[in-house]
C-alpha cells in the first residue's frame, strides 16, 4: 500500500508478474496443453513466465518497453509461482532502489543487482536509465531466461556518452 504522501515521481511505472507452468507437450498444434501434475510435484515447470508469456515483453512478443536515457521507472513485481524463488535482476543495470516484499513503511535498499523475491510476495524496484541500451529483466536463475521464456526488455532511447565510462582516476 502506497504511503498516504505517495512515493517520489517516477518517469514510468511497470507492472511484471512472474508464474510457472506446468503442462505436458500438446499433442499436436491444434490442442490444448495438458497440465502436468507430476511436474508440479517435482517443481519442474515447462515455462516460467512474466505476464502470462513466453518472453513476453520483448520484440519476439508483444514488444519491448521503450524509455528515454535519464528516465526513471517504479516496477511492481509480484512472483505468483507457486514454488520458485524469484533472482530479478536488470542485465545490463542495477536497481536503484529495491523495497522487499512491497515493505513501503521501511527505508528501500539501494543500489541492489540481484533480488529475491518468494513465491507468493512482491517488491517494488526503481531503476535508472543513464545509457542508450536494451536492460534484459531476467531471473539469474538463468535457465529460466535462457530455456523457459522469462524475459523482458526495456529499449533505452538516447544518444551514446562515452564520458560516463572513462576512469576518473
Not at 497440465?35 to 516460467?48: G, H, I, R, T
Not at 518497453?65 to 543495470?93: C, D, M
Not at 524496484?125 to 526495456?154: C, N, W, Y
Request: hydrophobic letters at 40%.
Amino acid at each position: 500500500v502506497e504511503p498516504p504522501e505517495g512515493l517520489p515521481k517516477v518517469d514510468h511505472e511497470f507492472y511484471f508478474g512472474q508464474n510457472e507452468i506446468y503442462v505436458k507437450d500438446p499433442v499436436s498444434e491444434n490442442t490444448l496443453a495438458a497440465f502436468d501434475y507430476d511436474a508440479l510435484l517435482s517443481e519442474d515447470p515447462k515455462y516460467v513466465v512474466l505476464n502470462g508469456a513466453f518472453n513476453s515483453i520483448t520484440d519476439q512478443r508483444y514488444g519491448a518497453l521503450k524509455v528515454r536515457q535519464g528516465e526513471t521507472a517504479r516496477i511492481y513485481f509480484v512472483n505468483g509461482g507457486p514454488n520458485l524463488i524469484s533472482s530479478f535482476h536488470p542485465i545490463g543495470n542495477i536497481w536503484s532502489k529495491f523495497w522487499m516484499q512491497g515493505s513501503l513503511a521501511n527505508q528501500p535498499f539501494k543500489l541492489m543487482q540481484t533480488v529475491q523475491v518468494n513465491p507468493g510476495s512482491c517488491a517494488i524496484l526503481e531503476i535508472r536509465f543513464p545509457v542508450p541500451e536494451t536492460i534484459h529483466l531476467a531471473d539469474h536463475s538463468i535457465t529460466r531466461t535462457a530455456r523457459k521464456g522469462l524475459q523482458a526488455d526495456i529499449v533505452v532511447e538516447g544518444i551514446p556518452d562515452p564520458k560516463i565510462f572513462q576512469s576518473k582516476v
